[in-house]
Each structure stands twice: as structure tokens, then as C-alpha cells.
């Protein structure tokens, strides 16, 4: 017994030999401007959120950036006014975007100009909403799924967005490379098993251009939820000046579905 406790106060004495603490030196970058906006087939008010990053000690709030000058060139042709209506939230007025026209963004602050083009594609309506259910290790889980015809001979990609009482649960993108002109059923890996009967969710499937779809694949990349996390990076941004975040023209199809 005596070599039994010797052993164990030996252990005790490694595992607390060994603790240490490890102080984190993160060396503060200067703040970079995040653009968040977009153009949608609805007719509604368009939004452009403006913002700087902020370093890692810094509380996790939105930076809003105001006094920026921010306009929308539609076909090279008519331009639209954003009004900030809060810090760093600017609106236009309420209008409907349409699939094959080039919009330009273009956001000036603090002398500087950021642009940013999205084409808008053609809109790929939702058909339905679905449930699956999955057996894991014994266990059943249950998912929603997403249904819709892709048009044959077009490259089309795709953003689903899940909400659950008005928040976003997940948002991940998908094309058409192996589903070309085919019926589609795409899961979206979203738990429904913490529901109950009487719940509702909605979701929001558009239809977005290649450079936004790099984008929102590269986020999904790095917090892993498109698979094993890649080693941190910058989404690919397609606003000039180094500027972060994304600008998309996109159709808008949404659906709710009742838990029962």
C-alpha cells in the first residue's frame, strides 16, 4: 500500500510540476473596413452595413463606420443613394432587383473608395421543404432539407440560410457541378431535434454568383462547417482596396416549416 501511495503522490507531483501559465502576446493590427451588403429580387429596402475590424481584447460588438458616401450604379446606367439610418446602416430606398443586371457598389470614407460588382443570376425557386432523418451511432437525428429544380446547362450556386425565431442557425452554400438540370434535395446539417411540436423554421435558399459563392465557401471552410477547418484566412472579398466582406446581387426564395 505504502509503494501504491508513493506512486500516486509522485503522480500528483508530475501533473502539477508541469502546469504553467502561458501568457498570449497578440500584437494589435490596424483596423480594416468590412462592407456587408446586397441587392435582392424582392421589393424591398436594400441594405449596406460599413464597419472596422477590431483587435482580439476589444468587446465583440459591431464597429459601425458612419459618414459614408455609398452608391449603387445598376447596368453602368442609374445610380441609388444609401442613407445611413443608423451608425454604419445605410438603406435605400425600397426597390426590386433583377436577375442579368450588373450592380456596383461603390463606398467612400475617409477619402478613400471601395467597389464592389455582383451580377444578379437567374432565380431557382424552391419547390418544398422536406424532413430527414439520420441514424448516428444508434441515435436518430432529424434535418431539413431543401428541394428545387436546377436548370440544365447553367452554373448555379446557391446560399441556404436557416433561421430559428429570427436568428441564423447556419448558412452554408452549395452548385450545381454534379446536379446539373437534376432535382435537388440538399440537407442542411442544422439539428431539429431540441424542436418541439409547434416550432417553425424558415429558410432562405438564393440564388448567387460565382465570386459571392467563393466567399461564403471560404467562411464555411474556416469555421469547419464545410468540413475539416483549413487554416485561418480572409474570405476572398470582391471589393477593391483591400477592403473585407462581400457584395451580392441575388434572388430570394424563402419557405417556413412547422414542427409537428
Known amino acids: 500500500m505504502n509503494i501504491y501511495k508513493g506512486l500516486g503522490l509522485i503522480m ?24 456587408d451588403g446586397g441587392v435582392s429580387d424582392q421589393n424591398e429596402v436594400q441594405q449596406v452595413k460599413i464597419s472596422k475590424t477590431y483587435s482580439f481584447t476589444e468587446p465583440n460588438k459591431f464597429h459601425g463606420v458612419s459618414a459614408a458616401k455609398v452608391l449603387l450604379s445598376v447596368d453602368g446606367l442609374s445610380s441609388i ?16 432587383g433583377k436577375s442579368g443586371s450588373k450592380y456596383e457598389l461603390s463606398v467612400t470614407v475617409e477619402g478613400q473608395t471601395y467597389k464592389a460588382s455582383s451580377v444578379m443570376p437567374a432565380r431557382v425557386p424552391m419547390d418544398s421543404l422536406t424532413f430527414k432523418s439520420y441514424d448516428f451511432f444508434g441515435e436518430t437525428k432529424n434535418y431539413v432539407a431543401v428541394n428545387f429544380r436546377d436548370p440544365a446547362g447553367v452554373a448555379n450556386q446557391y446560399r441556404y440560410i436557416l433561421k430559428f425565431k429570427g436568428v441564423v442557425e447556419k448558412d452554408v452554400v452549395s452548385e450545381d457541378r454534379f446536379d446539373d438540370g437534376n432535382k435537388v434535395t440538399n440537407v442542411i446539417f442544422y439539428e431539429l431535434n431540441d424542436l418541439i411540436k409547434g416550432d417553425s ?5 438564393q440564388c448567387i454568383d460565382r465570386n459571392v459563392y467563393r466567399y461564403f465557401y471560404s467562411l464555411g471552410q474556416n469555421s469547419g462547417s464545410g ?30 416549416a412547422l414542427i409537428k
Open 12 to 35: 500528483i507531483f508530475l501533473f502539477t510540476a508541469c502546469e504553467k501559465v502561458i501568457e498570449l502576446k497578440l500584437d494589435d493590427a490596424a483596423p480594416v473596413l468590412v462592407i
Open 81 to 96: 443613394v444609401f442613407s445611413e439610418v443608423s451608425p454604419g446602416i445605410y438603406q435605400s430606398v425600397k426597390f426590386k
Open 201 to 205: 423554421i424558415q429558410v432562405e435558399i
Open 227 to 256: 468540413g475539416p477547418p483549413v487554416a485561418p484566412a480572409n474570405p476572398p472579398s470582391n471589393f477593391s482596396n483591400g477592403a473585407l466582406g462581400v457584395f451580392s446581387a441575388h434572388t430570394s426564395s424563402i419557405r417556413t
